[in-house]
């Protein structure tokens, strides 16, 4: 009960992991103490995000875990991320990159290795899909714009949106970071595709390229290219005409 009218009080804030987890447990079992449940269930799955992640029949190897338990734990998993997307999905990009990084917070934090994901958007900047491109370390090779730009294609988006998390929970962009981000900038002003921005999901908090300036300022680099190119090709022209 204690727990119950904290959280109608106050919400989730101030809750330890466990108490989530044991609040989760209590739906299954409110007449039961699922306090050591919870804990061993944090022990045994290390985070709250591993807890909800877990197999049903993982979670009921835990003493005091039944059916009923596991099973109110997976609905409430999958009502909270159907609940993101579909409040992502309703409104348009530029209004909600805070969403964007709450929907896909509780999916990539505590990843022991770097994700790297693309959102495709149609031309209301609606979301399309979300694909994983590559696990590991994010660099030039892990990740291809080819892989990219087939997927727009195939989703006949008009804009993307990248993501990535940081395991150390830092969200500074690295050298990599940028590297591709501009890479896949380029790719997709040449076939049209608008990037609205690459988000570093780190330790509950983010960071934002387009935020910080630096999608603007790739695609200025790509158009001058551009023109410096065509500028390049008028003058080779001329002097062959003379």
Known sequence: MRLREKFVKSGLSGFHDYEIVELLLSLGTPRKDCKPAAKEALQRFKTLRGVLEAPVEELQK??????????GIKLVQEVAREF???KMVDKPY????QEVFDYLYHAMRGLKKEVF?????NSQNQIIDTVDLSEGTVNSSAVSPREVIEGAIKNNAAALIFVHNHPSGAIEPSVNDKKITRELVYAGRIMQLKVL???IIGDNRYYSFAGDGLIEEYETDFLDKMLRGAAEVRKRLYKNLK
């Open 62 to 71: 835990i003493k005091g875990i039944g059916v009923h338990s596991a099973f």
């Open 84 to 86: 993101l997307r579909a």
């Open 94 to 97: 530029y209004r909600s990159s």
């Open 117 to 121: 994901k693309v959102l495709y958007l």
């Open 197 to 199: 921005d690459h988000i």
